[in-house]
C-alpha cells in the first residue's frame, strides 16, 4: 500500500502563492511518475502537473501553465506544487498522485495512487 498525504492548502488572495507538498511512503514502492490533479466545486477532475522520476519531464495543462511549477526530491520521495498568482478560479482540492510508471502521463485514471487531498481557496 502506498500512502500520499498533501500539505499546504489554504486561503490566499488573488495574486498570493502557495506551496502544496506530498509526502510518499508505502512497502516496496517507488514512485517514478507522481503529479497533482485538482477537482473544483461541481466541477469535473483536472490534471494540474506532472513530473518523471528524473524530473526530466514535465507537464502543465494549459489553465497554470507559465504560473505553477512542479518539483520533486527523491531522496525524500516528496513533489511540490509551487503555484504563483493565484486566482480565484484555482480554487479546489487539490490531489497528490503517484504512478509506477517511466512515461508521462496526464490523466487521473493514468496514476495508481492518490492522496486524501488538501483545500486551496483563493478570494477575489
Known amino acids: 500500500q502506498v500512502q500520499l498525504v498533501e500539505s499546504g492548502g489554504g486561503l490566499v488572495q488573488a495574486g498570493g502563492s502557495l506551496r502544496l507538498a506530498c509526502a510518499a511512503s508505502?512497502?516496496?514502492?517507488?514512485?517514478?511518475?507522481m503529479g497533482w490533479s485538482r477537482r473544483a466545486p461541481g466541477k469535473e477532475r483536472e490534471f494540474v502537473a506532472g513530473?518523471?522520476?528524473?524530473?526530466?519531464?514535465?507537464y502543465y495543462a494549459d489553465s497554470v501553465k507559465g504560473r505553477f511549477t512542479i518539483s520533486r526530491d527523491n531522496a525524500e520521495n516528496t513533489v511540490y506544487l509551487q503555484m504563483n498568482s493565484l486566482k480565484p478560479e484555482d480554487t479546489a482540492v487539490y490531489y497528490c498522485?503517484?504512478?509506477?510508471?517511466?512515461?508521462?502521463?496526464?490523466?487521473?485514471?493514468?496514476?495508481?495512487?492518490w492522496g486524501q487531498g488538501t483545500q486551496v481557496t483563493v478570494s477575489s
Open positions: 513530473i518523471t522520476r528524473s524530473g526530466g519531464q514535465e
Open positions: 498522485g503517484a504512478a509506477n510508471t517511466m512515461a508521462l502521463r496526464t490523466t487521473p485514471s493514468s496514476y495508481d495512487y
Open positions: 508505502g512497502r516496496a514502492f517507488s514512485p517514478y511518475l
